[in-house]
Nanobody, 120 residues
Framework: QVQLVESGGGLVQAGGSLRLSCTAS????????MAWFRQAPGKEREFVARISWSGGTATYADSVKGRFTISRDNAKNTLYLQMNSLKPEDTAVYYC?????????????WGQGTQVTVSS
């Protein structure tokens, strides 16, 4: 399995920026892609952004496109999410996850995430 620890969340005002980090350990050699998800109270967990581990090709949800940037440092086994122009609707618990070429390495198992709160 891969152990994932999210960090970097906090309270910011609308229009502000925040950078999230996700450090992976364990069976990191199995990582084919990594992604950020988020879940707001009363809502389903939703996809935010993903990146291929080798090539760095990124994909974003329409709601964050142009504002968020996903990146990775393979040497540090760390995933990042740079969030700019934050909006109150970005408020959620943010989670990262890792996938092999066939699916989630950890199955449908999620960590504690990191809380992002954007005030108006």
């Amino acid at each position: 399995q891969v152990q994932l620890v999210e960090s970097g969340g906090g309270l910011v005002q609308a229009g502000g920026s925040l950078r999230l980090s996700c450090t992976a350990s364990g069976r990191t050699f199995s990582i084919y892609t990594m992604a950020w998800f988020r879940q707001a109270p009363g809502k389903e967990r939703e996809f935010v952004a993903r990146i291929s581990w080798s090539g760095g090709t990124a994909t974003y949800a329409d709601s964050v496109k142009g504002r968020f940037t996903i990146s990775r440092d393979n040497a540090k086994n760390t995933l990042y999410l740079q969030m700019n122009s934050l909006k109150p609707e970005d408020t959620a618990v943010y989670y990262c996850n890792a996938g092999s070429w066939v699916g989630f390495i950890n199955g449908d198992s999620w960590g504690q995430g990191t809380q992002v709160t954007v005030s108006s």
